[in-house]
C-alpha cells in the first residue's frame, strides 16, 4: 500500500511539473451555433460565411469591424478566449525534438 501512494505521488508530482509547459486554451468540445460561441470575437466574415478569429479580424473585417464586410453575431461566450487566443505561441524547449 506504501508502493502505490508513493507512485501516485509520484506521478500527480510529474503532472503537476508538467502542466505548465502543456497549458492550452480551454474549449469547451460541446457542438453550439454562432460564430463566437468558443470563445471567439464574434464576427461572420460576409464573402466566405466563416467565422472570423482574433488574429484575422482587423484584416478581414475592418478596425474596427465593419457591417459592410462582416456581420457581429455575438454567440454566447464571444471574447471569453481572446487573452489566450492572441496570446504569443511558446516556442518548444530546446531538447524537444522537432514534429
Known amino acids: ?8 505521488g509520484s506521478l500527480v508530482a510529474f503532472f503537476v511539473a508538467v502542466a505548465p509547459v502543456e497549458a492550452r486554451c480551454l474549449i469547451d468540445p460541446t457542438p453550439c451555433r454562432g460564430c463566437g460561441c468558443k470563445g471567439g470575437p464574434g464576427w461572420r466574415h460576409i464573402a466566405t460565411h466563416r467565422c472570423v478569429g482574433f ?4 484584416a478581414k473585417c475592418g478596425d474596427p469591424p465593419s457591417p459592410k464586410l462582416c456581420v457581429f453575431e ?7 478566449n481572446r487573452d489566450c487566443a492572441l496570446a504569443p505561441a511558446t516556442p518548444p524547449p530546446d531538447d524537444e525534438p522537432p514534429r
Open 1 to 8: 500500500m506504501r508502493r502505490l501512494g508513493i507512485v501516485v
Open 74 to 80: 455575438n454567440a454566447p461566450g464571444a471574447g471569453a
Open 55 to 58: 488574429r484575422d479580424l482587423a
